[in-house]
């Protein structure tokens, strides 16, 4: 059973749609991040977010981290080309600071 | 730029073979790395923590004898993949923990593409 659960695992869209990715977990978390990855590219860090409800917005994407600290979700306003791309979800697991990914969202947007 | 770099980005092997993959922190010291492996459409998962000084912790299922860790340096961890197979081709990705001053970040690498034919 994977810690952290991702939905939907892909996703085509056209440009300038609106979308959301879920990341949902039965485990509370003290923090959670998004990231997004590129073909061929290490993934880079969106955003932490650290308590429950926190909105974090970075231009038209708009994170939420649960008010139980269980999920989070991604939204993406008026979707881009560039914005194509693999998003996960990732917890930094306190023991060991490890960081576990969720299995991804595969997002294709089509001009 | 990158402050967490790895060597060689793309590989290539014969199966049989060994290939050493280096992760190096630019910007600091890492007294801990991680290695991760990923798939073609799949999510990266990790393979084993890599700690300074002494030996890596690997994760169920990962072989530690196939897949050899060394963490010499504080900035410095390798990754050898032993008795490489065509079933070992993926994407390799470790990742660096920044904990100096106070701080707790990790940066990942680029990645290495490993291909065994």
């Known amino acids: 059973t994977q810690l952290l659960e991702q939905s939907p695992q892909f996703l085509s869209i056209q440009e300038g749609e609106n979308l959301t990715v879920y990341c949902n977990s039965s485990?509370?978390?003290?923090?959670l991040q998004w990231y997004r990855q590129e073909p061929g590219e290490g993934p880079v860090l969106l955003v932490t977010v650290v308590t429950g409800g926190e909105v974090k917005k970075l231009k038209r994407l708009t994170f939420q981290f649960g008010d139980a600290r269980k999920d989070s979700s991604l939204h993406i306003t008026a979707a881009q080309t560039g914005d194509t791309g693999l998003y996960l979800c990732a917890v930094i697991h306190t023991g060991g600071f490890k960081t576990i990914f969720g299995a991804g969202t595969r997002l294709f947007v089509k001009a | 730029g990158a402050v967490v770099s790895q060597h060689p980005s793309r590989v290539i092997c014969k199966s049989g073979t060994s290939v050493k993959i280096e992760c190096r922190s630019l910007d600091f010291q890492a007294t801990t790395m991680f290695w991760y492996r990923q798939f073609p459409k799949q999510s990266l998962m990790l393979m084993a923590t890599?700690?300074?000084?002494?030996?890596?912790?690997?994760e169920q299922g990962v072989e530690k004898d196939k897949f050899l860790i060394n963490h010499a340096s504080l900035t410095l961890s390798t990754l050898t993949v032993t008795s490489a197979h065509p079933e070992d081709s993926s994407f390799y990705i470790c990742?660096?923990?920044?904990?100096?001053?106070?701080?707790?970040?990790?940066?990942f690498g680029e990645g290495s593409w490993l291909t065994v034919v």
């Open positions: 485990s509370v978390f003290s923090s």
């Open positions: 990742s660096a923990r920044d904990n100096t001053g106070g701080r707790n970040t990790i940066y």
């Open positions: 890599s700690n300074e000084g002494s030996k890596a912790t690997y």
